[in-house]
């Protein structure tokens, strides 16, 4: 079993910044596709970002490319959302996931076995 918890949400301007983390336990940090995911009230979960086991490979949200990126410390069992030009339209409880998975990268929230339990981040206008 892997647990997963998310901190670093708030309360922040149009146009400031963010740092989620997201901490691992339970198993080998190194094997696991680690991913973003959010979701606003009355809406669907979103793709945010994910990253590969080795960081070598990233993917985005088109809604928050250029603005998002995605990091990890693989000896801290820790991934990073550094959140940058953060909008209102990026409010949103924010999850963190997680897969064994020697592969890539995955996009899809059916993707993960395991999720943290969501930090807030609420952005005013």
């Known amino acids: 079993q892997v647990q997963l918890v998310e901190s670093g949400g708030g309360l922040v301007q149009a146009g400031g910044s963010l740092r989620l983390s997201c901490a691992a336990s339970?198993?080998?940090?190194?094997?696991?596709?680690m991913g973003w995911f959010r979701q606003a009230p009355g809406k669907e979960r979103e793709f945010v970002a994910t990253?590969?086991?080795?960081?070598?490979?990233?993917s985005f949200g088109d809604s928050v490319k250029g603005r998002f990126t995605i990091s990890r410390d693989n000896a801290k069992n820790t991934v990073y959302l550094q959140m940058n030009s953060l909008k209102p339209e990026d409010t949103a409880v924010y999850y963190c996931?997680?897969?064994?998975?020697?592969?890539?990268?995955?996009?899809?929230?059916?993707?993960?076995?395991?999720w943290g339990q969501g930090t807030q981040v609420t952005v005013s206008s």
């Open positions: 339970g198993h080998t940090f190194s094997y696991y596709v």
């Open positions: 996931a997680a897969k064994i998975y020697f592969g890539m990268v995955i996009t899809t929230a059916g993707g993960y076995d395991y």
């Open positions: 990253i590969s086991p080795s960081s070598g490979s990233t």
